[in-house]
């Protein structure tokens, strides 16, 4: 089976304060995707990383920024935590593009409160 | 820029019943990828069914179902003999196929409640 983690469950922070998520899959998957979900907005894209040292932005990337060192692990960096960021984080990631390699496999999330 | 709606926020079926959660999408492409993905309460979301936009035959997996109208724009997930496993929040997606990189566009989502 597919495994996507993440570093942590719940996560409480202080305004200003630089934070790290982390995401790491064990199924040598290309790519990787960071998503923020609130309610009645559903998930939105944060950025997206389709190879080592590669990344996207996806429609929300402005306070955010990612790091991909290695295929197995990409890092969510909020620069300068604020306020409007306590959001529920997801992680995902899929073994390619196209026919059934795009399915995207999720963490089981990172609540995230900034206070 | 594609957009998808979930118009039901909520929906409520019996055990055993069947259930049809709606989803429309706006897009201006003819080759793309519909998703149901499923998120139970405090689980992962996990991939329920997946469409491709060149196929006319509709998706089954076991109980559950799509009803892909291509120039409607619409994407309907029908479950049949509703369980109390399927409680859950269900999020439509779609994705064009570049062939390349390319993201998933998310509703906001049904919560499906399934009684006694």
């Known amino acids: 089976d597919v495994k996507v983690t993440q570093s942590s469950r719940y996560l409480v922070k202080r305004t200003g304060e630089k934070v790290f998520l982390e995401c790491v899959q064990d199924?040598?998957?290309?790519?990787m995707f960071w998503y923020r979900q609130d309610p009645g907005l559903g998930l939105r894209l944060i950025y997206f990383?389709?190879?080592?040292?590669?990344?996207e932005k996806g429609d929300i990337p402005e306070g955010y920024s990612v790091s991909r060192e290695k295929k197995e692990r990409f890092s969510l960096i909020l620069e300068s935590a604020s306020t409007n960021q306590t959001s529920m984080y997801l992680c995902?990631?899929?073994?390619?593009?196209?026919?059934?390699?795009?399915?995207?496999?999720f963490g089981p999330g990172t609540r995230l409160t900034v206070l | 820029a594609q957009t998808v709606t979930q118009s039901q926020p909520e929906m409520s079926v019996q055990e055993a019943e069947t259930v049809t959660l709606s989803c429309t999408y706006d897009?201006?492409?003819?080759?793309?990828?519909l998703f149901w993905y499923k998120q139970p309460p405090s689980r992962q979301m996990i991939l329920v069914i997946r469409?491709?936009?060149?196929?006319?035959q509709n998706a089954t997996e076991n109980r559950f179902s799509v009803n892909f109208q291509k120039a409607a724009k619409s994407f309907s997930l029908k479950i049949s003999d509703s369980q109390l496993g399927d409680a859950a929040m269900y999020f439509c997606?779609?994705?064009?196929?570049?062939?390349?990189?390319?993201?998933?566009?998310f509703g906001t989502g049904t919560r499906l409640q399934v009684t006694l």
């Open positions: 469409q491709e936009a060149y196929k006319q």
């Open positions: 997606a779609y994705r064009l196929n570049t062939g390349t990189a390319s993201k998933l566009t």
């Open positions: 199924m040598d998957h290309e790519n």
């Open positions: 990383s389709y190879d080592v040292k590669m990344k």
């Open positions: 995902a990631s899929s073994l390619g593009f196209g026919q059934a390699r795009d399915t995207q496999y």
């Open positions: 897009t201006s492409e003819s080759d793309y990828y």
